[in-house]
């Protein structure tokens, strides 16, 4: 069975040395040794400051949401993982959607402007599958209009221009670390705050507005990383380079084939940021052609994944209709194809071959 992705799994003897660790010091959760020094790995690696470590990318971003004190509308994209509209939801917020840009696949900053009304407080894009939104604008328009800017970074760990992160954008980043990213802590987050008074307040948040013993500051909740997470963090994280080096010769042979034989669209890259080989999106022409190409891919035990399907405009559970006819289109159309460093070269020529045979018949 050939999956979209593939969890990397570390070097055993490694995680076993922290798990020994672990035991030897019989903490195994509450800002242990191994999360402080996961956090200042992550920190120094990502090369950003005010790093807070979570128990997963979607309480990431309800606490980001909670620290900044968003209220109100917040403008995001229909074009994302579910948890990105679901969070939002989950806290009270109202989602506003934004049509996407249809090359870049992220949140088009300029139609950001006419969906701002009194009850705005936030902007939410996603830089979907690593690609990076147009940060400068989004971040101009949001301090001009007297917004918050938090981004659903999920997909852009390690994402840099010249060497800077994009996590250093907005007024907060937020990473998800589950299984099937590029890094991973098992399950896990973190949220990267410009401020340190909202690091400082998340801080307290995560574990139940706890200040010190017998003293609780404010409201909070449990979403703490424990130990263990924390160690496979470090193990992943020693293993980045491979990782990186591994989905990046995939990715390109991906890319060279589509660009020699066409039949698809592909993303278009935000120029002058790295790529981190997280996802491999093609773009068919219409749904039928992805439904064609999906299901006999399925009878090759081969699941690629409709990434992402549906828009999330089109939520059941969403009070007001709003439609995003570019984000719909291309939802209906995309397939996130299997990537990750040991995927068997025979497999991905079949893959290619099976979507050129269903892209160049009449
Ligand atoms: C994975 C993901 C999340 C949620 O992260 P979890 O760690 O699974 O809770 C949020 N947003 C996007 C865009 C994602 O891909």
Redesign the pocket.
């Known amino acids: 069975m050939i999956n979209v992705t593939k969890t990397y799994l570390p070097n055993r003897e490694k995680f076993n040395c922290y798990v020994d660790q672990i035991f030897e010091s019989g903490w195994l959760t509450n800002n242990g040794r191994v999360l402080q020094e996961l956090e200042r790995q992550l920190a120094a690696y990502l090369g950003v400051e005010h790093l807070l470590l979570v128990s997963?990318?979607?309480l990431a971003?309800q606490i980001a949401y909670k620290a900044l004190g968003i209220t109100g509308e917040v403008l995001t994209t229909p074009f994302?993982?579910v948890?990105?509209t679901s969070s939002l939801v989950w806290e009270n917020l109202t989602p506003v959607f934004v049509d996407i840009d249809p090359v870049s696949f992220n949140i088009d900053p300029d139609k950001l402007e006419a969906a701002i009304t009194e009850r705005t407080t936030a902007i939410l894009p996603?830089h979907v599958f690593g690609n990076a939104c147009e940060v400068e604008k989004i971040d101009e328009l949001a301090q001009r209009r007297g917004l918050k800017v938090i981004y659903?970074a999920?997909?852009a760990f390690s994402v840099n221009r010249n060497g800077k992160s994009l996590l250093n954008y907005g007024d907060a980043s937020v990473l998800?670390?589950?299984s099937t990213?590029i890094f991973h802590t098992i399950?896990?987050?973190a949220i990267i705050f410009k401020r340190k008074e909202d690091y400082e307040k998340a801080c307290l948040m995560i574990n139940f507005g706890i200040s010190d013993y017998d003293k609780v500051d404010m409201l909070g909740i449990n979403c703490k990383m424990n130990e263990f997470q924390a160690a496979m963090g470090l193990c992943v994280l020693s293993e980045m380079d491979d990782i990186l080096e591994g989905r990046k010769r995939v990715w390109e042979k991906y890319r060279a084939y589509f660009a020699r034989h066409g039949g698809v669209a592909l993303q278009q890259l935000h120029p002058g940021f790295s790529d981190n080989y997280a996802y491999f999106p093609v773009v068919l022409k219409d749904e039928a052609t992805l439904l064609a190409v999906k299901s006999e891919l399925n009878s090759l035990n081969i699941n690629p994944r409709r990434y992402f399907y549906p828009s999330l405009n089109t939520l059941g559970y969403l009070e007001a209709t709003m439609p995003c006819p570019l984000s719909e289109s291309l939802a209906s159309r995309i397939l996130c194809l299997p990537l990750y460093a040991d995927l068997p070269a025979e497999s991905q020529e079949m893959i290619c071959s099976i979507i050129s045979k269903h892209t160049t018949e009449a």
């Open positions: 997963n990318g979607t971003l994302s993982f948890a990105t996603v659903d999920a997909h998800s670390f589950h990213k399950e896990g987050g």
